[in-house]
Structures are given as C-alpha cells and as structure tokens.
C-alpha cells in the first residue's frame, strides 16, 4: 500500500476541534429547543441526542473519508502496455558541499560519484545519457544525447564547484533529472541518483513517486559513511560551523533506499567493485524485462472507495436530521 | 477534460431527488425560526433578508459540495497525447560562425548574427525526432550542446551566444572537426551537418578541407552557407570580455571555393544568402531536402484532477457546517 499525499493524513487531527464544535452546538441546541418543547421536553431531548449524535457522526465520518481521498492511497497493481526499446540514462548528481568530504579510503565523494558514471557508460555502450547536477538547485548541464565525448567531457570535469546555491535539495535534483528525459523518445528510461543524502530538503519521496508511476525507476547511489567526516574546502582547511567547530559530513543511506524503494528502483552503498555490479545488474536487467514483458505494473489508485464511502456518510448525516422520528416527536 | 469513469456522473440525477427531500418535501420537518435570547431592550427586528441570503449560501455550498464528490469519483482527468517516435531522426550539428564580422549590419532588423540565430531557431522549432547539437566558432570552437532532442536546452544555449566570445578569428576548420567528433559516436543512419560562416578560415590547426574530410569518412553530409553581402557594411559589437564597444565599417567576404569544396566533398551543398530573406529560404531547402519518414505512436498520458474538487467539497461541507449550525444556531 502506497500513500501518495502523506502529510495530508495530519488534516485528521482537524475532527477533533470540529467535534468539539459539534458537542457545543449541541449543548445550545439542548438548550434553545428545551426553552420550546414544554411537557415533552426530556422525551424530545432524547430524539434530540439520538439525531445529533448520529448527525454529526456521519457528517465527521464524511469529512473524514474526505481527508483519506485526498490522501492518495493506493494499493494493487495493474500493467499498462509499454513497448519501447534501448535505454535514456538522467544522472542526478548531487554537487554540494558534503559531496566533498573524504571517507576512510580518502576518496572524495564526487570523485566517487565520478567514477560511478564513468564505469555506467562505459558499460552501456548503446545507451543515451543526461546529466543534471543539483545542490541548493538543480541544473540540467547535458541533454539526454548519444554524443558520449560531451557525456565523458562532462563527467570527467565534474567537481562541486558548479553550482553556488548551498544546501541539498534532493526533490529539485529528482525532478529536473526526471523532465530531463526527451519528449517522443521511445526508449526505456532510468534515473540514477548519486548522493550522500545529507542534508536534504524538500519532499523527494513525492518526486520519486511522479517517476516511478512513469515507468521511471530510480536507482540510487550513496557516498560517504554514516559516522561522518570532515569537509576539506579548497584552501586546504575544514569546514567549521559558525562556532568554530569542524563540521562532520554524514552520509543518509535512508531517505536513499526511501527514494529507491518509492519508484521501484534499487539503492546502493558507495563506488565499490560490489555495489556497482549490483547497480549495473540491475540496470540491465531492468531494460531486458521491459524489451522481453512489453509492459509495466502501475499502482492502482483507490481515492474512490473512500469517496464513495464520504459520499453515503454524508446522506445519512442528511437522512438522520431529515426524516421523521415518527410515533415519538 | 475527461471523466476515467463516467458511470459514476448518473449519481448526479439523485442530487435533485435528494434536495427534494430535503427542502420541499411535505414531510422534511419544518423550519421554525424563534428567538432564543430574552429581548433586551434593543428592538427585536429580525433582519429577514440577510438570514435568508445567508441560510441560501449554506445551502448551495452544501450541494455544490454533493456535486463536487460526485463529480470527483467520476475520476475527472487531463489528458495529454505524446508523439512517440517509432524510428530514428537525423543527427545535426549546427556550426555557426562567431565572429566579429558576423556583427556587420547588412542583415535585417540587426545584424548577420541575430539573423543567423533567429533562423536556426524556427529551423530546430520544425524538426521533430531529429537531435540537433550546436558549435559555435570564432578563433577556437566550442561544443555548445551535443546532438539531444531536448530542443528547450538547445534553444538556451543559442541564446546564451556571443559575438567575439571566442575570439577574433574564423576557425571554420576547427569548427567542422569539432561538429564531427561530436557526431562521431552517433549510429544515427543520417548525419548532417550545417556550417554557417561569413569569413575566410584564418584560425586554428585543422584546415577546413582536413576537417571535411575527416567529416565524409564518418558519414557525415555537410550544407555550407556562405552568408553577407558584398558591400561594405557598418558593424558594432561588444566585446563580451572587456565589455568594449566597437563600431566601424566592414567589408571582406567568405571563400566561396572552399565552402563549396566541402559541400561537394561531402554530398550536402553549398548555398549563398546575401540576406536574411535568403537564409531563411536556405534553411526551408535543406529542411526540405533532410527528411526521413516518422513512424508515430500516439502515447496518452491522463494526469488525474479530483484532488482539487475534493478540497473544495471539504471546505464547501464545512462553510455550511459554520452557518448553519454556529451563525444561524440551527438545532439540528
């Protein structure tokens, strides 16, 4: 089960001043309509209660299943027809600062993340690739293109001086990387996501999503470990927080895999021999079960069960007020 | 607009039953306004037109509420159709001249350049399918954008272009080895390339007949456009370096024998424009001349759009809620 909007589920917490609302609007009610029932007061008070009660129950289920539309749930799985052939490669390279710092083996992040597009490439060799870089912004540097001079050009004078805008904002990076594909190409597509994950900003899960009901798997990359490590700035000295002490760079493997898991890719830790295989692996595999099945699985959205459920909820609020309490009132 | 599914807008046809249940009906209840204060002191008139105006908004955001759920489990979607070609284009590679001289100002409504632009920007709005990359040269060449149908990054690119940012100089054989390597990984059946220039090569190391040649073993077909008129022309231009304005009188003119060298070389063909009406007829002929036949899918893509009518049907519900139950103190 999938929930697409998920902040959206907090609204639920808004039923409990309208409840109280309710409860108060009962307690005038109570009182207005005891000033004008004269002998058969308790006997209408107790339709009253009844009415109200069942009134504003389902009036508050009906808001309720409102919210749970609009929440997005989905669950179950469909295919949808998707015959296309060859592959599109976005890299969404993160070139903020903490992509600098050096892990125990004192290779530098974007080194690694370097290096980690240059073996994809190479190992791809009939494949298309874009690069969009992305820190506090994201900017599409190379255009999905089959020009692999440009590509390797590119790749191999990458460094985390490309862009000033500070921060990590995972959810731009994603996005650019993923309008990045060209419209009208009939090819496969796959987003690879190279970052620590530090730092980040933004709502990266929801773009993951938007690519992955696409057909847009995103395979992430993460560098860096999670113990953290210092970020040597060009002079040669650490990065220091306002206070003077040395900033450690931690690498977030999570929101990664969160990312992955959330487009129906996979994720990865570092350039190692062992997890570029298993990137590459599943890069190909990924193209040849598309070429050989001619189809993907989309979720299935299930905004309507809970519509169809506001829209009855709703009536009987209306059909309890409205209708006759016959024999007693 | 589409509804995914229709069949639940029959729902609406219950809507009038239901407000005839609720408002007409001889057996709905009836309504009894009464004042649930003591008078004190103040007159008691009732302001009758107000309460009914606003006991009436109530009641149509209560419906329109009903309507908007209703309309949004019909499943309310924009639908886009995407173009999906089934077969390859043409690789290009446009080689503009950058130039100094190309700031001469005998091109209407400014200069060679900014005609050169315009043009080959409507040329690349018209092709579809086909990756279109950009070189631009001056003293040195430069890669600007590699082959990609992203036309959008192609089209900033060609915007972001200066006279003289390369240098004073005409490196047409640089420019046409540069357009070639970067052709050269293409498996594209059909690889053109487009040079533009209104000088005579006197820059860099590979002399135009070198880099042509290099071009044709890689299969690539090359249109020359020898472009400027043979009168004297005034010229002003920035340098983008020194941000010095220079402004004066031009006249020299390109080597017609060499451009049409390469052009025959090659199998593209050579074209002179004297003027930006003639360029822009040179570019119509080689878009006419390189077409290939498009095999097309129609790919439908539905974005759905029932959020937006489920917010409003919350805050409709709840609109009515406050009226009625808060402001007008309805007891049930």
């Known amino acids: 089960m ?8 907090w609204l639920l917490f808004a039923l409990i001043p309208l409840a109280a609302l309710q409860f108060y609007q009962f307690r005038n009610g109570r009182h207005d309509l005891g000033l004008l029932a004269g002998d058969r007061r308790e006997e209408v008070l107790t339709v009253y209660l009844v009415k109200w009660f069942f009134s504003s129950f389902f009036f508050t289920l009906a808001i309720a299943f409102s919210i749970l539309a609009l929440a997005g749930f989905s669950w179950g799985q469909r295919s949808v027809e998707e015959d296309r052939s060859g592959l599109d490669v976005v890299f969404a390279v993160d070139v903020s600062r903490s992509m600098r710092a050096r ?16 073996g994809i490439v190479q190992d791809l060799p009939t494949a298309r690739f874009g690069i969009v870089v992305f820190a506090g912004q994201a900017l599409r540097t190379v255009p999905v293109t089959e020009d692999r001079v440009a590509v390797d050009s590119f790749i191999s004078s990458l460094g985390t001086d490309v862009l000033s805008a500070a921060g ?51 395979f992430a990359v993460t560098f860096g470990s999670v113990e953290g490590s210092t970020i040597t700035l060009s002079d040669g000295s650490r990065l220091t927080d306002a206070e003077g002490n040395v900033v450690l760079s931690r690498a977030d493997p999570g929101i990664m895999e969160d990312i992955a898991g959330a487009s129906g890719g996979a994720s990865f830790r570092g350039s190692g021999g062992e997890a570029f295989g298993g990137l590459m692996r599943e890069i190909r595999g990924f193209e040849e079960r598309r070429e050989r099945e001619g189809f993907r699985l989309v979720s299935v959205p299930r905004f309507r069960v809970f519509l169809i459920f506001a829209v009855i909820t709703l009536s009987l609020s209306v059909i309890v007020r409205v209708f006759r309490w016959r024999g007693v009132v | 607009m589409v509804f995914e599914s229709p069949g639940y807008l029959f729902l609406l046809l219950l809507i009038p039953v239901g407000v005839y249940f609720r408002h007409f009906s001889p057996q709905r209840g009836g309504k009894l306004p009464f004042a649930y204060r003591v008078w004190n002191a103040r007159g008691f008139v009732p302001s009758f037109f107000a309460r009914r105006a ?35 284009g043409i690789d290009m590679m446009i080689v503009l001249d950058e130039s100094p001289s190309m700031a001469a100002e005998d091109f209407a409504p400014v200069n060679r350049f900014e005609s050169a632009r315009d043009t080959i920007r409507r040329f690349v709005e018209g092709r579809e399918n086909d990756p279109v990359g950009l070189v631009s040269f001056g003293a040195e060449a430069a890669l600007r954008v590699p082959p990609t149908t992203d036309y959008v990054k192609l089209g900033d690119a060609l915007e972001g272009l200066r006279i003289m940012e390369l240098g004073d100089g005409t490196a047409i054989g640089m420019g046409i080895a540069l357009g070639a390597l970067h052709l050269r990984s293409s498996d594209a059946p059909e690889k053109v390339m487009i040079l533009l220039t209104d000088g005579e090569n006197n820059a860099g190391e590979v002399p135009p007949e070198t880099a042509a040649r290099v071009a044709t073993e890689i299969g690539i077909r090359i249109y020359t456009i020898g472009i400027g008129s043979e009168t004297e022309a005034p010229i002003e231009f ?15 003119g390109f080597d017609e024998a060499i451009l049409r060298e390469i052009a025959e070389l090659s199998g593209g063909a050579y074209f002179y424009a004297g003027t930006s009406g003639t360029l822009e007829s040179v570019f119509e002929a080689i878009d006419s001349i390189e077409t290939t036949e498009k095999r097309v899918r129609i790919e439908v893509n539905t974005e759905p759009r029932h959020r937006l009518l489920i917010i409003f049907a919350i805050g409709a519900l709840l609109l009515d809620f406050f009226i009625r139950k808060l402001l007008l103190r309805e007891v049930l």
């Open chain 2, 54 to 88: 606003v006991f009436a908004l109530a009641t149509i955001s209560f419906w329109s509420a009903v309507v908007a759920l209703v309309l949004a489990l019909g499943g309310p979607a924009d639908v886009t159709r995407e173009r999906v070609f089934l077969n390859r």
């Open chain 1, 103 to 118: 892990d125990g083996d004192e290779t530098g992040r974007i080194i690694e993340a370097r290096e980690t597009m240059q």
């Open chain 2, 238 to 252: 920035t340098d983008p370096q020194t941000g010095q304005v220079y402004r004066g009188t031009f006249e020299g």
């Open chain 1, 2 to 9: 999938n929930i697409e909007y998920p902040r959206v589920l």
């Open chain 1, 168 to 218: 990590t904002d995972l959810e731009q990076g994603l996005d650019a990387a993923f309008a990045a594909f060209p419209e009208g190409a009939n090819r496969n597509r796959v987003l690879v996501l190279l970052s620590d994950g530090e730092q980040h900003r933004g709502n990266p899960l929801r773009s993951a999503e938007v690519a992955g009901s696409a057909g847009v798997p995103v």
